[in-house]
């Protein structure tokens, strides 16, 4: 099913089964969610399947977008040999549209939001963006 056809419950289904490698590694009390666009979740997944390799148990506590860059927070993320792995990934989605996971650019979505698009998926979400 294409992704213009899916209901945002097939998309959300479809999403959280992508993730479950990291979704699963999320204790229960900090809720089972990643807040990133479909763009980076290859970034991500690469990026846990690294970790686990070092550190088959370890922990996510948070995978988040925050001011068009990716944080990525879990229990060995001061190690020495995982911190670059976390900069790597974060660099990667610097450069990488969080919608599509084409190359992107930093953007000015709105007045007050930010992000990493594509040419394509910059101007698909300009023409819907509220200036609030």
Known sequence: MSPT????????????????PILDRIPTPWGKYLSIGEGWYDI???LDEQIAALYPDYEVQQCKEKFAGLRY???????KDVRPLIAAAEEEAGRTCDVCGKPGEYVNVSRYWVAIR??????????GAQDA
Do not use: F, H, I, N
């Open 5 to 20: 056809t899916e209901t945002e419950d097939e998309r959300r289904a479809r999403l959280d089964e992508r993730a479950k």
């Open 44 to 46: 991500v997944l690469k």
């Open 118 to 127: 594509c040419p394509g998926d910059a101007v698909a979400r300009d023409a």
């Open 73 to 79: 927070y879990c229990s060995v993320d001061g190690a």
